[in-house]
């Protein structure tokens, strides 16, 4: 049988501070940034994909 699943912590303090201030921490980037990184990645992927073998 499956263990159960404990209760997620409350933060409290520096530690919720810091969660939020990194949460609210956001990326700015450009729509052509966004576009080139896009494009990076599914060129990854598309490479990655001639060495993955699915079976089933």
């Known amino acids: ?3 159960p699943i404990r209760e997620t912590p409350v933060l409290k303090g ?5 969660f939020e201030m990194r949460r609210l921490e956001v990326e ?3 729509k052509e940034q966004r576009a080139e990184n896009r494009r990076k990645f599914e060129a ?3 490479e ?3 060495y993955i073998t699915v079976c089933i």
């Open 1 to 3: 049988m499956a263990r």
């Open 14 to 18: 520096e530690d919720a501070f810091n």
């Open 28 to 30: 700015h980037m450009s």
């Open 44 to 46: 990854q992927v598309a």
């Open 48 to 50: 990655a994909k001639k």
